[in-house]
């Protein structure tokens, strides 16, 4: 029989009996654009058993050079990520079982996608849900590998509940990582870069191999030639909100989350709503104001030199903006 994982069995802190393990883990995958896309695709193609992924997003033609799942036609049809990342990973391995959702993360949207989870993949681009996806690992007791990149540069972290400092503890050392806006671009292999370094240490947890994961935070600058690994075992706080001796979790509080935002670097206002929109309906009544595409996950409207698009799930992106105001106007204007 045709073994598709021979060469990574051949591996040896893998092995067969690292294949088994590796084949029963659940990943959640928060965020599915460069760091995701490039993750989840060799995680599936390691053989994980199940992979959820949660993104709001869908695919855009400035994604393509990056963001490795998604083709020219998903940018046509407007697809959202979540799903066709989903329908690309599954001709790459049917045998894996993968759950995709379009939606915002949030402390609320993500809590009920734990359970089974056995690790939490950051591949967001957004700081305030990365510390959301901090207080959330630890109150559950489940591994988060941190990854980021901007530029030609990418940092990666481990957090181990009860055991690593969290990203809390390290905002001090590593302002860094505060860097979340992609107004200065990036190429494409500081984000592979990202994602090898988050794939190994995942397989490292799978397969229990826990003296070889790195524990210090890895940084470079792919450009520049830089490389650092930052021992940051010191950095653990007892007071630390959320890997403290008395967490509260700061970041699981629902009332901590905006309504709207700004999309950094991408002249994009999100609004978030708590009506679910009836995307036949809606694109029925929005035909009467301006051209209007839609897919059976979302509706997009162009209007007044801006392009509106609904989802599901009662978010709207506004793009054409950077004006909470003017985004408001204009939605109010075609919703009321
Ligand atoms: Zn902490």
């Keep these: ?27 959640l995958m928060v965020g599915c654009g460069a760091l995701g896309s490039a993750n989840a695709e060799m995680l599936v193609r390691a053989g994980i ?24 036609q998903d940018c046509l049809d407007q697809i959202p990520k ?15 079982k ?20 056995d690790l939490i993949m950051d591949a967001t681009d957004n700081f305030d849900i990365r510390l959301t996806l901090n207080d959330l690992t630890h109150k559950s007791n489940i591994p988060l590998i941190m990854g980021s990149c901007v530029g030609s540069m990418g940092m990666s ?12 503890c390290l905002l001090d050392i590593t302002p860094a990582m505060n860097a979340t806006c992609d107004s200065v671009g990036i190429i494409s292999p500081a984000v592979q870069m ?9 397989l490292k947890l799978f397969v229990e191999d826990t003296e070889a994961l790195r524990t210090k935070l890895v940084t470079f600058d792919l450009w520049n030639n830089q490389y650092h690994m ?4 010191r950095a653990k706080k007892d007071t630390c909100p959320t890997c403290g001796n008395e967490p509260s979790y700061p970041h699981l509080n629902y009332e901590f989350q905006t309504k709207s935002e700004v999309l950094c670097g991408r002249n994009t206002v999100q609004i978030r709503s708590n009506r679910a929109y009836e995307i036949e309906t809606l694109a029925g009544r929005l035909q009467t104001v301006g051209p209007v595409k839609t897919n059976p996950y979302l509706v997009s409207v162009e209007y007044k030199g801006y392009r509106i698009v609904f989802f599901r799930d009662g978010r709207a992106l506004i793009h054409g903006t950077n004006s909470k105001e003017i985004a408001k106007t204009i939605y109010y204007q075609l919703v009321g």
Excluded: W
């Design 157 to 168: 972290y481990t957090i181990l509940p009860n055991e690593t400092p969290c990203l809390q």
């Design 49 to 72: 058993g199940k992979l959820t992924i949660i993104d709001r997003d869908y695919v855009e033609y400035s994604n393509l050079q990056r963001q490795t799942l998604f083709t020219e």
């Design 1 to 27: 029989m045709i073994d598709r994982y021979s060469r990574q069995k051949q591996f040896k802190p893998i092995g067969d009996a690292g294949q088994k393990k590796i084949s029963e883990k659940h990943v």
């Design 194 to 202: 990202v994602a090898a370094h988050q794939t190994t240490e995942a």
């Design 82 to 96: 979540a799903v066709a990342a989903k329908n690309r990973l599954h001709a790459i391995n049917s045998m894996v």
């Design 230 to 233: 930052i021992n940051v075992a």
């Design 98 to 117: 993968i759950d995709a959702y379009v939606m915002d993360a949030t402390s609320e949207s993500l809590f009920p996608l734990l359970d089974n989870v």
